[in-house]
């Protein structure tokens, strides 16, 4: 259990990383303070849809399988929504940038990504390796 909670909070600043970067390289191009903000906003939401995605998964593990179910669900629309509402609030509100939201609810994927793939030494090999199967 220790290391799932050190991946998340490798993931977490991993993210956060992400978004900083991604503001200072919005600012300098764009020099548009809504980018920064639509970075934070959609991030922000995309961090908390992941902790309540983790305390989900722990909680769900507690109960039997259909009880689970009925509440992995019901927790799986309340992210859904959470994240609607989000792109909704992006989209209606001037003061902050609708793509730089939706970039800010996808760095944590791209963060588990790039976490994923690269970390596992295996798999970056066979992918750099030219060998073709006949």
């Known amino acids: 259990m220790e290391k ?3 991946l998340e909070k490798t993931i977490i600043k991993r ?20 980018i920064a903000i639509g970075l934070v906003f959609g991030s922000a939401i995309s961090v908390l849809n992941f902790l309540e995605l983790s305390k989900t998964l722990k909680s769900a593990v507690k109960k039997s399988p259909s009880q689970a179910s009925t509440f992995a669900t019901i927790k799986y629309l309340f992210r859904f929504a959470v994240t609607g509402i989000t792109l909704y609030v992006a989209a209606t509100t001037e003061h902050i940038n ?3 939201t939706v970039i800010g609810l996808l760095s944590m994927k791209l963060v588990i990504y790039q976490t994923s793939f690269f970390s596992d030494r295996l798999f970056f090999k066979k992918i750099m390796r030219k060998e073709d199967k006949v």
Request: proline share 0%; aromatic share 8%; hydrophobic share 70%.
């Open 4 to 6: 799932v909670k050190q």
């Open 15 to 34: 993210t956060i990383i992400l978004i900083g970067i991604l503001m200072i390289a919005g600012l300098l191009i764009f020099r548009d303070a809504t």
């Open 98 to 100: 609708f793509l730089a």
